[in-house]
């Protein structure tokens, strides 16, 4: 699938692959497999946004995939998000999409808000929204519509 077919199709909270099609190279060349990474992964839909003009640029649109979170004890320290524009050359893949009755926990009400959390159930996403503490959260719980929609137009197995 093309970047702008990922941002079409592809719901919030799902998870999405993309690659520029070169083989992966052996795990000795530890400096060529890192930059393969970069343009060879995974991450899980956080964020859509439409074009932005500014007096004579138009940039495109965009989608935002959170690929990793590094710390330890419960603390995330950096996470990794990838920012892919609608014009991008990679190859994009829909893994696995929301399921029914799941959660998605984002910051704020709006076009502009992005997921922060993906619970399984509600009880879930209070759980998550107790310990973290968003004032603003927004919670959407995936629905039979949702699913079925993608089903009937083909998504399913996009």
Known sequence: MSAS???DLA??????AWSDGTPRPPERFKKKLAAWQTRNSKGRLIRKEGPRQSRNYTSP???????????GKNTIVMRIHRTFGLD???TFKVLERAALGSIRVFDRAGSNAELVHFADNREAAAVWLQEHGHPNAVLEEVTADEVAAAQVE?????
């Open 5 to 7: 077919l990922i941002y």
């Open 11 to 16: 719901p919030i909270g799902s998870i999405v």
């Open 61 to 71: 649109g965009y989608f935002t995939l959170h690929e990793a979170d590094f710390g």
């Open 88 to 90: 991008s050359d990679l």
């Open 154 to 158: 083909g998504r399913a197995a996009a």
